[in-house]
T-cell receptor, first 115, second 113 residues
Framework: DTGVSQDPRHKITKRGQNVTFRCDPISEHNRLYWYRQTLGQGPEFLTYFQNEAQLEKSRLLSDRFSAERPKGSFSTLEIQRTEQGDSAMYLC?????????????FGPGTRLTVT | SQQGEEDPQALSIQEGENATMNCSYKTSINNLQWYRQNSGRGLVHLILIRSNEREKHSGRLRVTLDTSKKSSSLLITASRAADTASYFCATEDRMDSSYKLIFGSGTRLLVRP
């Protein structure tokens, strides 16, 4: 198992364009989380999935953002009509909640720059 | 929104010295976790302490938790240049079934060789 992977690692896009990020969690992890981190701050929760169900979305997740986790495996996060304020690091994490395991394992992140 | 504050925001020490960073939070928690983040990279899980624990050790790391004060501290002993990173505490809210993590603002540690 190689851990949580994210693709791409870096994305530069022009304002108004759509972008999509992918996260591959640790296999058999049933929970997947998306966080956003801006410079000098800690990560902030965006949304999470238990298996394929999206169970909670933060107020940070405007209607321009959509996330999916088909078949409860990998997940995608799409941002439509990007704005400069969307520039941030987008982090994915996965965990397997059963049997008392609590740690969330993070991927390397996708750094988005909107010009 | 951030759970709380970490103190100090930045810390510079000499290699071999100990580094202590503190974290405060606001709600009742299931557990508190510490993560390390090297510049521009993902987070690495360091240690988890449950709400019914007061102290935990892992290698050169010692974590304490005081639920009455809603605070935690991370001590790194005999620091090394490779410990240079940002350190974040994160909490799970006891009343939140999502188990999402609420992060502090982080402490940037610089260990000078």
């Amino acid at each position: 198992d190689t851990g949580v992977s994210q693709d791409p690692r870096h994305k530069i896009t022009k304002r108004g364009q759509n972008v999509t990020f992918r996260c591959d969690p640790i296999s058999e992890h049933n929970r997947l989380y998306w966080y956003r981190q801006t410079l000098g701050q800690g990560p902030e929760f965006l949304t999470y999935f238990q298996n394929e169900a999206q169970l909670e979305k933060s107020r940070l997740l405007s209607d321009r953002f959509s996330a999916e986790r088909p078949k409860g495996s990998f997940s995608t996060l799409e941002i439509q009509r990007t704005e400069q304020g969307d520039s941030a690091m987008y982090l994915c994490a996965s965990s397997f909640r059963d049997y008392g395991v609590y740690e969330q394992y993070f991927g390397p992140g996708t750094r988005l720059t909107v010009t | 929104s951030q759970q709380g504050e970490e103190d100090p925001q930045a810390l510079s020490i000499q290699e071999g010295e100990n580094a202590t960073m503190n974290c405060s939070y606001k709600t009742s928690i299931n557990n508190l976790q510490w993560y390390r983040q090297n510049s521009g990279r993902g987070l690495v899980h360091l240690i988890l302490i449950r709400s019914n624990e007061r102290e935990k050790h892992s290698g050169r790391l010692r974590v304490t938790l005081d639920t009455s004060k809603k605070s935690s501290s991370l001590l790194i002993t005999a620091s090394r240049a490779a410990d240079t990173a940002s350190y974040f505490c994160a909490t799970e809210d006891r009343m939140d079934s999502s188990y999402k993590l609420i992060f502090g603002s982080g402490t940037r540690l610089l260990v000078r060789p």
